[in-house]
């Protein structure tokens, strides 16, 4: 059974949405905030990092990467492809870009990302699994 032209709609809504909560959270260095976006059984793999599993040790990734220097001034996500596994779980690509403020030089990131989204119990999309890296200069 094949999902709606509207289903589908739908879940890019909330992973927009999810992707802007995301922006929000790292902006306030805000590790609950962001946690709020992964399951418990959730699985990261960051770029430049070892592979990081359950909500505990993506809690620590991030306010291991929060307490640097640097900080986020603007990013965005532009959705590339989704291929809906059922109902209730979205395989999503995205390219991303950015600023970070880093020693008061603003500097340009841009890369890309393919993320696991399932549909929790109360009805929100969570990330099951996320990997991200970097994409060269142009």
């Known amino acids: 059974m094949s ?3 509207q289903q589908v709609s739908s879940v890019r809504k909330a992973i927009a949405d999810g992707y802007l909560h995301w922006i929000d959270a790292t ?3 805000d590790v ?3 946690l709020a976006l992964y399951t418990d059984d959730a699985v990261v793999l960051p770029d430049h990092e070892n592979t990081i599993t359950g909500r505990a ?3 620590e990734f991030y306010k291991r990467w929060y307490s640097g220097k640097g900080k ?3 990013q965005q ?3 590339t492809s989704i291929f809906m596994e059922g109902p209730d779980v979205a395989i999503e690509t995205a390219d991303y870009s950015g600023t970070m403020n880093l020693d008061g030089k603003d500097v340009q990131f841009k890369g890309k990302n393919m993320v696991v989204w399932k549909k929790d119990t109360d009805g929100s999309w969570k990330i099951f699994r996320d990997i991200w890296n970097s994409s060269p200069a142009s």
């Open 27 to 29: 902006k306030a260095k």
């Open 57 to 59: 040790a993506i809690g």
């Open 77 to 79: 996500f532009e959705d």
């Open 32 to 34: 609950n905030a962001v």
């Open 72 to 74: 986020l001034v603007k």
């Open 3 to 5: 999902l709606g032209e």
